[in-house]
Nanobody
């Protein structure tokens, strides 16, 4: 199971840092990713990070979000800066590609003034 945390209400232009702790073994071997599901829309890939820490970002977050991982803590992070109202979503972590039974409850990020 993968549990995301760190969401909340933030004003446009603000920042949040999400965390995701993995309980499964072999974490260090997996490509890990952050996904999000905006209200009324499908879940989408936000960013991913390989075991060697190569990163990929969706165009919509490039330059604003930073994904990182701490293999010793089995944890990945998503630093989100310059948040926009369109970033409002439930954020999830999972492997890439995702494992269907590994989705946790996600963490809600609301960007609003």
């Amino acid at each position: 199971q993968l549990q995301a945390s760190g969401g909340g209400l933030v004003q446009p232009g603000g920042s949040l840092r999400l965390s995701c702790a993995a309980s499964r073994t072999g974490f260090v071997e997996y490509v890990m990713a952050w996904y999000r599901q905006p209200p009324g829309k499908q879940r989408e890939l936000v960013a991913r990070i390989s075991a060697s820490k190569t990163t990929y970002y969706a165009d919509s977050v490039k330059g604003r979000f930073t994904i990182s991982r701490d293999n010793a803590k089995n944890t990945i992070y998503l630093q989100m800066n310059s948040l926009k109202s369109e970033d409002t979503a439930v954020f999830y972590c999972n492997t890439y590609p995702p494992v269907s039974n590994a989705w946790g409850q996600g963490t809600l990020v609301t960007v609003s003034s």
